[in-house]
């Protein structure tokens, strides 16, 4: 995995965009739970995506889509699944 580098994230767009738009998401709410990482991180970057495009436009929209180019959408997918994983440990 690559080395960390804002608050324990890739960077500061994964940060972000897993504060603002998936903190409190599980992997259930995109599925069954049977996902793979892969699978589930195309999930996570089409759902900001569409969110983006239906809720701006023009150059905010340009702007938006380009900060989401930065996120490491497999980090956040990872995060997510291990996290699910503990919790049915548990």
Known sequence: MQDKTYNGWTNYATWRVNLEMFDGMTVLD?????????????CLEYTAESYIE????????DYALAFLS?????????????????????
């Open 30 to 42: 995109f599925g069954d739970g049977q996902h793979t990482a892969e699978e589930l991180s195309r």
């Open 54 to 61: 239906e809720t701006s436009s023009g150059v905010a929209c």
């Open 70 to 90: 930065d996120v490491n959408w497999r980090e956040i997918a990872e995060h997510m699944v291990a996290d699910y994983c503990e919790e049915g440990a548990a």
